[in-house]
């Protein structure tokens, strides 16, 4: 049981680029989340999926995209990276029904010169 | 919108001490959670204590405690006998319930504590 598994764990990025960070977990888990850690700041809430096929905005969603095909993964999108998103990214995941944990990723730290 | 304030930004506390960490929130809901996360210089998210805005007694994790004050609206996170092992920084954050409950969690800019032998 690997929990709350994130990939890459580190990425740079030039101004433009685009490139998919994937978040995937084992516990079979209805809701996961999307969120964006920068330097002084708490966690903020990017995108949010309540279940296969279904996604919505959080409070910063602006430069992202995602996408829930399946039920255990969750992909975030930079179309093309800015600096300003350079942070570190956590992916968590909740079963509502039976917990009110999330549980978090490890994180991917993204930089984008 | 909910907001959490966390007004210390560092913390230095003397090893064994008991430690208090301020938090405020602001929300209209009635059904809500407020939660306590850990963040270690490693960086990993760490899950401490939860209490539930029904919850009547303040929950109790080990040498974690939250004093839940709801009228106050403060949901302060307490360690007792704080250990080394204790420094990392520490957020604060909510969940609501209404709406079917699938928002995330609104976090605070969270307090850097560090322990000193």
């Known amino acids: 049981n690997a929990g709350v598994t994130q990939t890459p764990k580190f990425r740079v990025l030039k101004t433009g680029q685009s490139m998919t960070l994937l978040c995937a977990q084992d516990?079979?888990?209805?809701?996961m989340y999307w969120y964006r850690q920068d330097p002084g700041m708490g966690l903020r809430l990017i995108h949010y999926?309540?279940?296969?096929?279904?996604?919505a905005k959080g409070e910063v969603p602006d430069g992202y995209n995602v996408s829930r095909l399946k039920k255990q993964n969750f992909l975030l999108g930079l179309e093309s990276a800015a600096p300003s998103q350079t942070s570190v990214y956590f992916c968590?995941?909740?079963?509502?029904?039976?917990?009110?944990?999330?549980?978090f990723g490890p994180g991917t730290r993204l930089t984008v010169t | 919108a909910q907001k959490i304030t966390q007004t210390q930004p560092g913390m230095f506390v003397q090893e064994k001490e008991a430690v208090t960490l301020d938090c405020t929130y602001d929300?209209?809901?009635?059904?809500?959670?407020l939660f306590w996360y850990k963040q270690p210089s490693s960086g990993e998210m760490i899950f401490l204590i939860y209490?539930?805005?029904?919850?009547?007694q303040n929950a109790t994790e080990g040498r974690y405690s939250l004093n839940f004050q709801k009228a106050r609206k403060s949901a302060n996170l307490v360690i007792s006998a704080s250990q080394l092992g204790d420094s990392a920084m520490y957020f604060c954050?909510?969940?609501?319930?209404?709406?079917?409950?699938?928002?995330?969690?609104?976090f605070g800019k969270g307090t850097h504590l560090i322990i000193q032998p």
């Open positions: 968590a995941s909740i079963n509502p029904g039976l917990s009110y944990e999330q549980y």
């Open positions: 516990m079979n888990h209805e809701y």
């Open positions: 999926s309540v279940g296969e096929g279904t996604t």
């Open positions: 929300t209209s809901d009635q059904s809500y959670g």
């Open positions: 209490q539930g805005s029904y919850d009547e």
């Open positions: 954050a909510m969940r609501r319930y209404s709406g079917g409950g699938a928002d995330g969690l609104t």
